[in-house]
Nanobody, 125 residues
């Protein structure tokens, strides 16, 4: 059974950093793309970043470009989201997602079919 388990969230001050991890299990990562989503209180879930299946493209939404960096380590079956210069508006529950045949660019998100349970990130002084 495909499993995605997030870790690394928590409370951080504005300007600080966190690294989220998504441990994958129950499937072979080859063929899958991965994404990070977030959902702030009272708002819709939004895709934040996405790595395509070919691993030659990483898409970021404008609000996190230059601050967030997504990566995947197939040897460790883990996907990461390094978040730097965090802002209060980054406060949300963050979710890892996976899907087969993920394309490049924002279309990568369309492939996501499997989700983790999410982890809270709070940016506050």
């Amino acid at each position: 059974q495909l499993q995605l388990v997030e870790s690394g969230g928590g409370l951080v001050q504005p300007g600080g950093s966190l690294r989220l991890s998504c441990a994958t299990a129950g499937f072979t990562p080859d063929g899958y793309g991965f994404a990070w989503y977030r959902q702030a209180p009272g708002k819709e879930r939004e895709g934040v970043s996405c790595i395509n299946t070919n691993r030659d493209d990483i898409y970021y939404i404008d609000s996190v470009k230059g601050r967030f960096s997504m990566s995947r380590d197939n040897a460790k079956n883990t996907v990461y989201l390094q978040m730097n210069n965090l802002k209060p508006e980054d406060t949300a529950d963050y979710y890892c997602a996976a899907g087969l045949y993920a394309a490049a660019g924002r279309y990568c998100f369309y492939a996501m079919k499997h989700w983790g349970k999410g982890i809270p990130v709070t940016v506050s002084s």
